[in-house]
Nanobody, 130 residues
């Protein structure tokens, strides 16, 4: 069992930046698909970005492209979500997630909401003010 913990949420002005961090208990071993999802007011939970660790693949939702960047630090066992040019509509709860098994296809299925997520963090709140 892998436990995920998010940090880095908080308040930021529109146009500002935040960096979210996801830390796994122990380390990411077989869990090669790690990503960020969010729950924003008026919308269903949606994918933000997913990384295929070691596979050279990143997947971004359209709203995230050009503004958000997912990256990993394998030494520190962290996955980051750098969020720039924040908009009010980005406000919500952001969750780190991972699959028990990883592959390019699995990671994409996770991103596309076609595969059940095995591990969820508790979430971190992001509030973007006007």
């Amino acid at each position: 069992q892998v436990q995920l913990a998010e940090s880095g949420g908080g308040s930021a002005p529109a146009g500002g930046s935040l960096r979210l961090s996801c830390e796994a208990s122990g380390y990411f071993g077989n869990e090669k698909c790690v990503g960020w999802f969010r729950q924003t007011p008026g919308k269903e939970r949606e994918a933000v970005a997913v990384v295929y660790i070691g596979g050279g693949r990143n997947y971004y939702s359209d709203f995230a492209k050009g503004r958000f960047t997912i990256s990993e630090d394998n030494v520190k066992n962290l996955v980051y979500l750098q969020m720039n040019s924040l908009q009010v509509d980005d406000s919500g709860t952001y969750y780190c997630a991972a699959l028990k098994e990883g592959s390019e296809g699995y990671c994409y299925a996770m991103f596309a909401l076609k595969r059940r997520v095995d591990y969820w963090g508790q979430g971190t709140q992001v509030t973007v003010s006007t």
